[in-house]
């Protein structure tokens, strides 16, 4: 039986793999452990480059739930956040990331020091 993290992580999975190779992400919000909103990336779509799965998340739950910061949910992404995503994510002040790297979920409580140890220059 999956726990609940990896419920969500599978569906960001799930709704990626949906999209085809073509910038495929999946995103799902969560708050005390119930589903608030589930998006793939929709760059393409939209025709915006900032369209990525966390970044439309975060805006559709910030507008369905009628909330400026995102203190006390939980971000759940089919892969590691790009370093926009990254920022978005501190910004909204989402209390814990899950993603998938190498096939394996890794967790983060974020914080400042967080998000400037995420990326390297060597990375890109």
């Known amino acids: ?20 190779m073509c910038l495929s992400a999946g995103a799902v919000m969560v708050y005390k452990d119930k589903e608030i909103y589930a998006t793939a990336s929709q760059t393409l779509e ?29 971000l759940y992404l089919s892969e590691k956040p790009c370093p926009m995503c990254l920022t978005a994510i501190e910004q909204a002040k989402i209390k814990k990331l899950h993603y998938v790297e190498k096939q394996k979920i890794k967790y983060m409580e974020l914080s400042r020091e967080d998000l400037m140890n995420s990326y390297s220059l060597w990375e890109f």
């Open 46 to 74: 939209e025709d915006d480059p900032t369209a990525h799965a966390a970044v439309i998340a975060i805006r559709k739950t910030r507008v369905l739930q009628h909330a400026f910061l995102l203190n006390d949910y939980e």
């Open 1 to 20: 039986m999956l726990n609940s993290n990896e419920v969500y992580i599978k569906k960001s999975e799930t709704i990626a793999t949906g999209k085809g």
